[in-house]
C-alpha cells in the first residue's frame, strides 16, 4: 500500500523557518520524482520544488528560488523541504508527491498536506 505522510508545517512568523518532511512507502522511492506542490485558499495546486529519483536534479518554483531547498534520502524513503525567509503569500497547504512515467503508463501519489501558516 503506498503512504506519502507529510510533516513539519506549522505557525511560523514571516522571516522564519519551517523543515517539511515526507515519508514515502510502498513504493520504489528511489526511482520516483519527488516534489512540494502547495495550495492555498482560493487557489489552485501549485509546483514548489521537484527533485529527480537517481540523479536528484533540482528545480524551483521562481517564488521560492533562493529560500527554499529540497532534497531526499533514498536509503530513507524520505523527502525534504527546507523553507527559509518564510513570508506570508508562502501560507498554503504543502503536499508531497511521488511520479513515475514509463509510457504509456504513468503513476502518481499524493499524501494528505501539511499545513503551513506565516503570520505574525
Known amino acids: 500500500q503506498v503512504q506519502l505522510v507529510e510533516s513539519g508545517g506549522g505557525l511560523v512568523q514571516p522571516g522564519g523557518s519551517l523543515t517539511l518532511s515526507c515519508a514515502a512507502s510502498g513504493f520504489t522511492f528511489s526511482t520516483y520524482r519527488m516534489s512540494w506542490y502547495r495550495q492555498a485558499p482560493g487557489k489552485e495546486r501549485e509546483l514548489v520544488a521537484g527533485i529527480t529519483g537517481p540523479a536528484g536534479s533540482t528545480n524551483y518554483a521562481e517564488p521560492v528560488k533562493g529560500r527554499f531547498t529540497i532534497s531526499r534520502d533514498n536509503a530513507e524513503n524520505k523527502m525534504y523541504l527546507q523553507m527559509n525567509s518564510l513570508k506570508p503569500e508562502d501560507t498554503a497547504v504543502y503536499y508531497c508527491?511521488?511520479?513515475?512515467?514509463?509510457?504509456?503508463?504513468?503513476?502518481?501519489?499524493w499524501g494528505q498536506g501539511t499545513q503551513v501558516t506565516v503570520s505574525s
Open positions: 508527491n511521488a511520479h513515475q512515467a514509463i509510457l504509456p503508463y504513468t503513476w502518481d501519489y
